[in-house]
């Protein structure tokens, strides 16, 4: 779940963490009265969870509390790579003499956090990683034992931070590590952390993911989770328990399992890229895949206008494929798609399965043995309407 | 012979008195493996299946000699389960259960390597030596006793493979489920390298997807060090990036872990990569 | 540091295990209006620093206001092994069903934390352990990863608790462990545990006892500290950074280091026992032996006015004995001691440091060359001027 | 030869640049001792007498190949050190320090002992192999080298004893002060155990005290497993229970810990105890 910058920010700030003394507005009025207040040069920011804002438009500066509300104006509403702007953070502008990376994110390959620190800020990270990744000093935390002093230490004098900051940084670190693991973040993240004109340390944008995983234990921030750039059809199947995805394709995949249900993505990309032809979706419906699941699987398919044919692609093991078969049936009886569907069954009583889709003969199903088949069998089907 | 467990290894069921846990305990009873027994606190002193219920694990271990422990309790109690397995000394834990988060994950990776224990998962469809036991939900059907070795960070995609390589006769000395989550206790390299030198396989499939860099650490050991032929399968060309995938590790992040590259890292370094899992029978052939 | 009984137990509160609603009172009229409130039976309990104060009549048990105010009157003020009474916890009285055993210490031996829990408690641990040393459940926390639940688990189901109460148990055992952690106490146990009619949980005693080079960052606990059993002169010596410990002997020590202050100790009764003669105290003067400090430890020493004559060991490494020599004369000179002194320097400058002594021709102080000798001479003059 | 320091030992002080860590390590380095440097957060850069300091160990071990830290930074600083020294990769920790608590304690020897790191301490003296090197504070004046061992629990009392069997003319091979803390690195029975195996030493002097087991648990070691004659003693006959004697460690608790019992088990084991510490060099003879 990502925080928008505010919202990072503000939890930043419960840390310890210096941030400037802005405010959220969803008007330009409040735009005007937040700058008024400031009462000096603030920076208007779209709170979009999208990266190059900026370059969008959704980030500028005012000298005075009209031009801010006039700023406001301009980016509340505004559409930023498909997502609407309804939030914008009002910040005192910073003086700003250095910028520095600060983030701690979790290192999948050796299984611990890892702590990001440069001299060189403000820029794209990955960037930085790529041309100089020498210029980032890295150090990874025990995650039994937590940060230690002597790391801190470690990073600062790595870094070549002036010594008059080793302190305050020292405690921007150990703030921002407590917010990472306190929060459960996948990914914690001060760009630019800012050194001021007279020498203070300031986090001026931020970012948080936490991982969902630990939203059980995170209830105050799950309660703060903005799904407004979360596709409708994405937060009902969310709701239904349902891992959906919305592709740019015509095929919709309704299979159980993650992999196997990239893997049928992929087969239809690898059949269909040719006549420009793919997945309309990632859906993993899971394990029983009982007649309720699948029509609830599908209702949330179709109702993505860009689908042209369904393939249904189900490996039962410990399900026999008999009983997925009838349970597809009685979905397709509630739903009534309009589609044609491709059904490919394998596995535990793949072929009595197979056999109950094609006795029921209805129009626009019907049933494949291998993969391959099944995939090429909806590119066609998707050819055919086209 | 084969990797990690065979007939003779003593397994445990945490949370054998779940709906879950019990349904799979049978499934693998029948299958022949040696359940000694499970545990869930509270219990102890009920029976299962003819088999003892234990408190703790402490006390299941002295009481049963298990050295293998199948965990498959909810999310937020598994990172104890499997500390408390490792604490009672168990050799291998399979870990089942998804949803665990990854801070709990850490520590919990962290724990056993400490304490010698072998962990598989979480969020694994678990481990089978064809003809001797299963720890886990892997169907009895997939797969037949033979010499390949298969490793694979997914479930159904396994089963498909598994599938498709009996109906062509080729049967599997160990398969093994690591999980699709972005912080695992066994990664494909370890099981690489029990392949390497288990004298009852002779190939290998590796069954990869998007995320992370696993596959690029294989690639890396399986030029260096391997000297069995690899097949492999890496799931998600067709993903979009920032997205994830089901799985809690598949997901592209700041161009990292794509399919693509993972796919050229393996080829380079010799393994056969299959654009279709149904393929993976013939380049094993 | 030890905590009285209140203190332990509204420490306890403040990590939600259960005490009684007891408050203290420092005159009988407190008792009357505390036991007033509680309106039923109430315990009076003696707030000292010595064990056994039931047996020596510091714990009675009222059943009216009035009762309990006659019990105040006779418990205040009391004096019991040396220590006088100045405060009463009034608590009401509990139904006990049973008693458990619980407390988390330091375990020396393998260095770290140690549970010990047991359904027979109440009587005194260490007895327990000695006659039934099963009956005790022992569980060691890894000081790193702390307490798991499993371990909560083990514990309630190896010391056969009800099942009942495993939950609040479980929850009392983490409490401990976290008052234990947060408060760097080397030991914190509840003894009783009560388990009551209606089958709650109830801490009805309890002790703490904090970790003295821990102080530092235990301020608010440190603030609570009450010296009022410490001796006069041990809390003189400690607040002017020497330990001294009073002792009953007739020979005063002053000795740079702590295992060889204990060892002159020893000497002074190797020689002296047989005619009743032994050590007036344990003195470490520390590093420096300045002649600000010599004559600190001395008016100390001779404080006491068991002390018959003062005993000098002094080991010169780093430091030179002809520079103590010079100390412990200024020192002399400052103090006029009006009792025999015997020195024994060694180490580096050893002859010249007693050639210094013996210079300065001061009546009453002689020097000696070994340990063995000045323990002696020691002990000879106390038999001299007896 | 000898145990844990030579003169090969390369040396790092942390804390080089306080009083007392510079106090020291001067000694040191006249002593012979190869003190390559010293750490002191916010110095890197400067030098003590010809000397790198560095800001932290890991750099300084980098550059120095440093093998050995001695710690002097005050108590509230001192885990961090250890375990900042521990990380660094360094085999031997002697740590000066006294009044560390001791959960801070508990928590840096269940470190060093997972990275494999010798501590020695804290609130000890060091560690001298005579002739060779001194780490701590140990006077050069107290020892001249030779084939006993000697380890001790205090530091005034490890002089007189090691200065009284220098003034009969026997030698030391190696003198460790294990501290006198309730919680320590290095235990009696871990230096037991390094000079049974050292060729250089042929008979070893025991210092114990008051408080603990640790005494018991050598005269375990002494009776099961030592070949080489143990002459003892232990301080605090006189000494009242309960009461804490200048060491942390220091108290007779419940019963336990006494010198008597401790004196019973080591003559029980084999080992002559001495009534009065000057006695020792006889029983040496």
Redo the contacts between chains.
Sequence with gaps: MKLHEYQSKFLFRDFGIPIPEGRVATTPEEVYDIAKAIDGVVVVKAQVHVGGRGKAGGVKVARSAEAAKAHGQEILGMDIKGLRVEKVLVDPGADIEQEIYLAIT?D??V???LIMASMEGGMDI?ELNRDRPEAIIREHV????GL???QL??IV??MGLP?AL?RPFGKIIRGLYECY?KS?A?LAEINPLVITGDGDLLAVDGKVII????L??QADLAADRDTSDEPESERKAREAGI?Y?K?DGQIGCM?????????T??????YGEHAGI??AN?L?IGGGATPEQVAAALRIILSDSNVRCVLFNI?G??TRCDEVANGILTAFNEVNPDVPMVIRL???NAAAGNQIIDEAQIPNIMSAE???DAAKMAVAAVQEIA | MSILIDRNSKVLVQGITGRQGGFHAKLMMEYGTDVVGGVTPGKGGEWFEGKPVFDTMRIAVETTNADVSLITVPARFAADAIMEAADAGIRLVVCLTEHIPVSDMMKVVSFCARRGTRLIGPNCPGVMTPGQAKVGIIPAMVAIPGNVGVVSKSGTLTYEVGFAMKNRGIGISTIVGIGGDPVIGTTFVDVLEMFESDPATEKVALLGEIGGSAEIAAANYIRNAMTKPVAAFVAGRSAPPGKRMGHAGAIVDGGEGSADEKIQALEAAGARVASNPEEIPDLLM
């Design positions: 979790n999948r390959g299984g611990k956090p990955e025990d995650p039994i034992l230690q002093d002597f230490t470690y004098s790595a010594r080793w693991a459960d996948e991982d969902d995983n630990a059980f234990r891992t995805i592709l299979v159980n399992g993650a992999g196997l249900a990239m893997t993505m992929d087969m239809t990309k690898l793919g997945p990632f993993d490996f093991g410990i394998q596995g535990t291998t993969l391959t």
